[in-house]
């Protein structure tokens, strides 16, 4: 959504700024905000839960663009799936940036502010649909248990106002 109290690293004091997104596997970046202090990108991306989804986190890293050699890294957060309530609706939350993991350094890295939102959907690689199972088991418990098999969720971040 938008960050606040950047250490600055580019150039007149200002970044350009933009944000990685990564849940096991699964990348998202988003667009580069140029020559700003508090980037704001109201971007959303969609996300799969892995198998093992209240162990995983999202991690959102915060990075200054270079255009001579690696990207500058500013901050980042780490997001346990297990601290939400996927019923829950969604709001904005604002997180300290923490250093990169295995550094103990303490000094403010400023605030990333996010807003997480959890969608159920139908798993088509299980097989099988929900009208499938209207035609056949009515009310008996296999057809909820194959409900149950064929609905798999995802994970939506940095969402829009």
Excluded: H
């Excluded at 019923?87 to 103990?104: D, M």
């Excluded at 959907?121 to 056949?136: P, R």
């Excluded at 009515?138 to 609905?151: C, D, P, T």
Aim: charged share 30%.
């Amino acid at each position: 959504k938008r960050a606040r109290g950047l250490n600055v690293k580019g150039k007149n004091g200002t970044n350009d700024a933009f944000v990685t997104i990564e849940l096991e596997k699964e990348k998202f970046q988003t667009s580069v905000k140029e020559k700003v202090e508090d980037p704001e990108w109201c971007e959303q991306c969609e996300l799969s839960i892995p198998q093992q989804g209240n162990r995983a986190e999202v991690v959102l890293k915060v990075l200054q663009r270079k255009f001579m050699g690696g990207d500058e890294f500013l901050g980042q957060i780490s997001l346990p799936l297990q601290d939400f309530d996927v019923y829950e609706k969604p709001k904005a939350i604002v997180y300290p940036l923490q250093c990169k993991p295995g550094q103990k350094k303490t000094e403010y890295r400023g605030e990333l502010e996010v807003k997480l939102g959890f969608t159920v959907k139908a798993n088509e690689s299980v097989g099988g649909s929900v009208s499938d199972l209207t035609k056949k088991n009515k009310g008996s418990i296999s057809s909820l248990n194959k409900v149950a098999g064929n609905i798999g969720g995802s994970l939506l971040s940095l969402g829009s106002k």
